[in-house]
C-alpha cells in the first residue's frame, strides 16, 4: 500500500513538472512547447507567453517580473522538459488498473477497457460484446473526428451570425452620429428660415422662404430611421466627405519628391511633376463632373452663429442653405427669440448634441468613422478628432474586413480642389496589400494620408503608371521604407502591364518597398514583378490625376478602408 502511494505522489510531482501552469497542459512537441523565461527561470508553454506577449507588457505570470527580452518566438525549446513530458504521457494510463497488464480489448456491453486477465476472468461471458482494443479506438476516432467537423461548421456558422449581428450595432451607432449632426444643421436652418420670415417685407422672400423650407423638411426626412440596405455602393461612392478639411498650407512642408532608380520591372522613366506659376483658369479642368459631387465633411461647431456658412451633410447629400434676403435683417435680434437645438433632455439631464464618434488605435490615435455610399468607411488614424461620445477600437474593427481581399479608398486633391475617390481591392493574402492596407489605416504609425504622387512613367505610351508611395513620416520628413518584412517579388507574382492594377515599384529592396504604381494603360506581353491589388471605381479620378500632374502635385488627402458592414 505504502509503494502505491508513494507510486501516485511521484507521478502526481512529474505531471506538475510537465505542466503549463497557465493552461494547464502537458507539454507537447510542436503544440504547447515549453520554454523558459531568461531572467527569473520559470517555464510555460509558448502559446501562452505569446498571448500574454500580444496583450502588451509581458510580465511572468508566476513571479510577476517584466520581461524585456527577445519576442517569444525567438526563445528555444526546453527538449529536456519536453522529453520528459513525452515520457509521462507514455508511461501514464496505458495499462490496467488491476492487473497492470496492456489494455487491448473493449467490452460494448460493460463500456470498459480490458487487459487480457479481465477478459478471462468477468468477460468471457454470454452477453458480453468484446473487440480488439483497436477496432474500438479506430470507430472512435470516425465518430469523434465527425463530430468534431460538424462543430467546427457550427461554431464557424455562429461566428459569422455574431459578426454579422456586431456590424450591424456599429453601422446603427455611427449612423445614429450621421444623422444627429444632419438633425443640428437643420436647426440652424429652420432659425435662419424663421429669421428672414419674420422680416420678411414683399412676396419674393415669402416664396424664397417657402422653397428653402420645402428643401429642407425633404432633406430632413431623408435621414429619417429607415432601411437602406437597397442603397448601392455606387450611390455615394465617388463624394469625398473630407475634401473641404484639406489645409493647402499644410502641404508647404512637403519635400519634392524625386524619381526612384531604375530596377528590373520597374517603370522608373517618370516625368517628375514641377510646379509652374500657370493660372488655374489655363489648367484643362477634366474632372469638373467628379469634383462637382465632392461633398465636404460637416464639422459642427457648437459655438458658431446664426450667420455661419451652409455646410453639407455627412451623408454626402446636397448642400442645404438657408439664404438672408435682407443681411441686415437678423442685426441685433437676440437668439434668445427662436428655439435653439441643445440636444435631447432626458431625466439624468441633456445628452450632448451632436454626437460623435471615432475609430481609436494604438497609442490613442484617432480616425474617422463614416457611413457613405451606403457603407462603413473606416479613415486612416492620426487626425485630430474632436473628444467623441463613442470610440471603437481598431483592432474590433479590422475583424469586420474580409480577411481574402479588402477594399480602401485614396481621395486625391489638386491645388485645394477634390479630385473625387479612387477605391481599390487587395489580394489580401500577399503580406505586400497587408503593407499597403497597413498604410492606407495607419495602424503601424505612418499612413499615406497627405503623401504625394510624384510622377508618371511611360506618359502617353503603353504602360504608363502613376507612381506614388513616399508617406510622411513623424518628423515632417518623406520615406519609403517597409514598414514589416519579407514582402514579395517576382516568382508566383509576376502579372502582365494591365489597366487598373497596383503594384509594387521597388526591385525588391525593404528601403523601397511603400513604392507602388497603378497601371493606368495595357501594355500586352511586359509584366510587373508584384501585383497586389487592382482599382475597382476611379480610374477617371487617376486619369485626372496623371493631367494634373504636368503643371501642380496631386496629395492623396484622405484614405482608409471600407467595412464589411451592412446598412442600418
Given at each position: 500500500m505504502a509503494n502505491n502511494t508513494k507510486s501516485v505522489l511521484v507521478s502526481a510531482r512529474m505531471e506538475e513538472e510537465v505542466t503549463c501552469v497557465v493552461c494547464s497542459e502537458l507539454y507537447t512537441r510542436?503544440?504547447?512547447?515549453?520554454?523558459?523565461?531568461?531572467?527569473?527561470?520559470?517555464?510555460?508553454?509558448?502559446?501562452?507567453?505569446?498571448?500574454?506577449?500580444n496583450t502588451g507588457r509581458l510580465s511572468c505570470p508566476t513571479c510577476r517580473q517584466t520581461y524585456a527580452g527577445p519576442p517569444v518566438d525567438k526563445l528555444p525549446t526546453v527538449f529536456a522538459l519536453l522529453s520528459l513530458s513525452e515520457h509521462f504521457r507514455k508511461s501514464e494510463g496505458h495499462g490496467c488498473q488491476r492487473h497492470g497488464s496492456p489494455v487491448e480489448f473493449w467490452c460494448r456491453s460493460c463500456q470498459l477497457p480490458l487487459c487480457g486477465h479481465c477478459l478471462l476472468d468477468e468477460h468471457v461471458k454470454d452477453g458480453h460484446r468484446v473487440v480488439r482494443g483497436t477496432d474500438f479506438i479506430a470507430e472512435q476516432k470516425e465518430q469523434i473526428l465527425s463530430e468534431c467537423t460538424m462543430l467546427i461548421q457550427d461554431i464557424s456558422n455562429r461566428k459569422g451570425q455574431c459578426v454579422n449581428r456586431f456590424s450591424e450595432w456599429i453601422a446603427q451607432i455611427i449612423a445614429g452620429v450621421e444623422e444627429s449632426a444632419v438633425l443640428w444643421n437643420s436647426t440652424q436652418n429652420v432659425?435662419?428660415?424663421?429669421?428672414?420670415?419674420?422680416?420678411?417685407?414683399?412676396?419674393e422672400s415669402i416664396l424664397v422662404s417657402s422653397s428653402m423650407l420645402g428643401s429642407l423638411k425633404e432633406e430632413v426626412m431623408k435621414v429619417a430611421p429607415r432601411d437602406t440596405r437597397s442603397r448601392t455602393a455606387s450611390d455615394c461612392s465617388l463624394r469625398c466627405s473630407s475634401?473641404?478639411?484639406?489645409?493647402?498650407?499644410?502641404?508647404?512642408?512637403?519635400?519634392?519628391?524625386?524619381?526612384?532608380?531604375?530596377?528590373?520591372?520597374?517603370?522608373?522613366?517618370?516625368?517628375?511633376?514641377?510646379?509652374?506659376?500657370?493660372?488655374?483658369?489655363?489648367?484643362?479642368?477634366?474632372?469638373?463632373?467628379?469634383?462637382?459631387?465632392?461633398?465636404?465633411?460637416?464639422?459642427?461647431?457648437?459655438?458658431?452663429?446664426?450667420?455661419s456658412p451652409p455646410r453639407q451633410d455627412s451623408l454626402g447629400n446636397a448642400p442645404l442653405v438657408a439664404r438672408q434676403v435682407s443681411s441686415s435683417s437678423s442685426i441685433g435680434r437676440e437668439t434668445s427669440q427662436t428655439p435653439r437645438d441643445a440636444?435631447?433632455?432626458?431625466?439624468?439631464?441633456?445628452?450632448?448634441?451632436?454626437?460623435?464618434?471615432?475609430?481609436?488605435?494604438?497609442?490613442?490615435?484617432?480616425?474617422?468613422?463614416?457611413?457613405?455610399?451606403?457603407?462603413?468607411?473606416?479613415?486612416?488614424?492620426?487626425?485630430?478628432?474632436?473628444?467623441?461620445?463613442?470610440?471603437?477600437?481598431?483592432?474590433?474593427?479590422?475583424?469586420?474586413?474580409?480577411?481574402?481581399?479588402?477594399?480602401?479608398?485614396?481621395?486625391?486633391?489638386?491645388?485645394?480642389?477634390?479630385?473625387?475617390?479612387?477605391?481599390?481591392?487587395?489580394?489580401?493574402?500577399?503580406?505586400?496589400?497587408?503593407?499597403?492596407?497597413?498604410?492606407?489605416?495607419?495602424?503601424l504609425g505612418p499612413s499615406y494620408r497627405k503623401s504625394v504622387f510624384h510622377g508618371v512613367a511611360k506618359r502617353g505610351a503603353p504602360g504608363e503608371t502613376l507612381a506614388g508611395g513616399k508617406y510622411l513620416t513623424p518628423e515632417g520628413l518623406t520615406s519609403v521604407q517597409a514598414l514589416t518584412g519579407h514582402l514579395e517579388w517576382g516568382g508566383g507574382y509576376i502579372k502582365e502591364k494591365q489597366r487598373g492594377l497596383v503594384v509594387g515599384a521597388n526591385a525588391g529592396k525593404p528601403e523601397l518597398d511603400a513604392f507602388f504604381?497603378?497601371?493606368?494603360?495595357?501594355?500586352?506581353?511586359?509584366?510587373?514583378?508584384?501585383?497586389?491589388?487592382?482599382?475597382?471605381?476611379?480610374?477617371?479620378?487617376?486619369?485626372?490625376?496623371v493631367t494634373h500632374l504636368r503643371n501642380s502635385d496631386v496629395t492623396i488627402s484622405d484614405v482608409g478602408v471600407v467595412l464589411a458592414s451592412t446598412a442600418p
Open positions: 510542436g503544440s504547447r512547447e515549453p520554454v523558459v523565461l531568461p531572467l527569473c527561470g520559470h517555464t510555460f508553454c509558448r502559446p501562452c507567453l505569446c498571448n500574454l506577449e432659425q435662419n428660415i424663421m429669421n428672414d420670415v419674420a422680416d420678411a417685407t414683399n412676396i475634401c473641404s478639411e484639406m489645409d493647402s498650407a499644410s502641404l508647404l512642408g512637403l519635400l519634392r519628391q524625386e524619381s526612384s532608380p531604375d530596377v528590373e520591372y520597374q517603370e522608373t522613366e517618370f516625368e517628375e511633376t514641377e510646379q509652374t506659376n500657370a493660372p488655374e483658369e489655363n489648367i484643362p479642368n477634366l474632372t469638373a463632373s467628379v469634383s462637382d459631387v465632392a461633398v465636404p465633411e460637416d464639422k459642427t461647431d457648437s459655438s458658431s452663429s446664426d450667420s440636444g435631447v433632455t432626458t431625466l439624468f439631464g441633456t445628452v450632448p448634441w451632436p454626437l460623435r464618434c471615432c475609430v481609436v488605435g494604438p497609442g490613442g490615435r484617432r480616425g474617422k468613422l463614416r457611413w457613405e455610399g451606403g457603407r462603413l468607411h473606416m479613415y486612416a488614424l492620426g487626425e485630430e478628432i474632436e473628444e467623441p461620445h463613442f470610440m471603437v477600437q481598431m483592432s474590433v474593427l479590422q475583424y469586420l474586413v474580409p480577411e481574402d481581399y479588402q477594399e480602401v479608398f485614396l481621395v486625391l486633391e489638386t491645388d485645394g480642389r477634390c479630385l473625387g475617390r479612387v477605391y481599390i481591392r487587395l489580394w489580401g493574402r500577399i503580406r505586400r496589400a497587408q503593407h499597403f492596407l497597413a498604410l492606407c489605416l495607419g495602424s504604381h497603378i497601371c493606368m494603360k495595357d501594355q500586352p506581353g511586359r509584366r510587373f514583378a508584384c501585383a497586389f491589388g487592382e482599382v475597382i471605381q476611379g480610374m477617371e479620378v487617376l486619369h485626372a490625376a
